[in-house]
């Protein structure tokens, strides 16, 4: 009875793979390589959030999790946060997340609570403390999860009409006027699905957006070229020269990126040409900057722990010219 119980909550709680064709979302197609690797990111990201669905204990998904190729396993770990954070957000008692983050998620925690943002987005903002994430610093990559979640499945709204929810806070915190930044960050990555990874096509939608809001946005398009990849190394280049006064900003999230694949054992060629054109280096070096710049953090102020952990990054590759 439990087998059939799972199986069927596997199918109720998880969307149709249809959900991430490119074609159904409206989003632009560079090449059949760009398509099929974004594609298959999001098969994957359904992959992990389906084993989450059934598993019995969060342990119980990690054979399945550790079965994807390396290159897109990161994927398959954020699916599954949103999985078992979907159904924290559902009940009452023990949360799956905190034993998930805490177990098989540790080498993808960056992924893993961008995918509770995914969550986020599904839930009430009632049930939003439920499944919020504790650590002070990362907690913040939930909110770039949603602000992602938004501009990929409310594109027209977020993207096109670049819409800000001016009365949109984090639960629980004195900074919660900082999360419309973290959710630009977020935005910023899903421009690289919803412009195919065309670097040109990119640079453009974000040069719609408010210019106050590009510093953010430039930084999730340099996480999420470095790390979903799908761009030549000319390709790029173009997107650092567009880049312009924010390219420390991108050389951040080409750091994040870098850490991100590092921590999780698996770095791909992608990331490895993203941090030689973003931040004249290789991903161990531009991962090692990330964990530098995290010590001693300042509690949170008038900005959260985590803007002056991304600053210090971004600050550190200015001072390196990468800027």
């Given at each position: ?12 709680l998880t969307p149709s793979p249809s ?154 915190t004195g900074v919660g006027h900082y ?108 991962a090692a900057v990330t964990d530098a ?31």
């Amino acid at each position: 009875m439990s087998r059939t119980w799972s199986a069927l909550r596997r199918w109720m709680l998880t969307p149709s793979p249809s959900a991430v064709s490119l074609d159904n979302r409206g989003f632009h197609a560079k090449s059949p390589a760009a398509r099929e690797l974004l594609e298959t990111i999001g098969r994957t990201f359904l992959t992990g959030y389906a084993r989450a669905a059934e598993a019995s204990t969060p342990g119980d998904a990690a054979a399945e999790l550790e079965a994807v190729d390396p290159a897109f396993r990161g994927f398959a770990y954020e699916g599954a946060a949103m999985g078992f954070a979907i159904r924290d957000g559902l009940r009452t008692g023990t949360r799956f997340v905190d034993g998930f983050l805490a177990g098989p998620a540790q080498d993808h925690v960056y992924m893993a609570h961008v995918g509770i943002g995914w969550a986020m987005a599904r839930l009430p903002r009632w049930r939003w403390r439920r499944v919020a994430p504790s650590d002070p610093v990362y907690r913040w990559l939930a909110i770039d999860g949603l602000g992602f979640h938004r501009a990929y499945f409310q594109t027209e709204r977020y993207v096109h009409r670049q819409h800000r929810d001016e009365a949109f806070r984090w639960p629980g915190t004195g900074v919660g006027h900082y999360a419309n930044r973290a959710a630009d960050q977020g935005i910023g990555r899903a421009l690289w699905f919803v412009e195919g990874a065309d670097g040109e096509r990119v640079a453009a939608m974000v040069d719609k957006f408010p210019a106050h809001r590009h510093r953010d946005l430039w930084s999730g398009v340099g996480l999420a070229a470095s790390y979903a990849g799908g761009a030549t190394e000319a390709e790029l280049r173009a997107v650092w020269d567009r880049a312009g006064a924010h390219r420390a900003a991108v050389a951040q999230g080409c750091a994040f990126a870098s850490k991100a694949r590092v921590r999780a054992g698996h770095v791909t060629s992608d990331t490895r040409i993203a941090a030689a054109v973003f931040c004249g280096s290789s991903p161990e070096s531009a991962a090692a900057v990330t964990d530098a710049a995290r010590v001693d953090l300042p509690a949170d102020r008038d900005v959260p722990s985590y803007q002056a952990w991304r600053q210090r990054i971004a600050g550190e590759f200015a001072t390196r010219g990468r800027c």
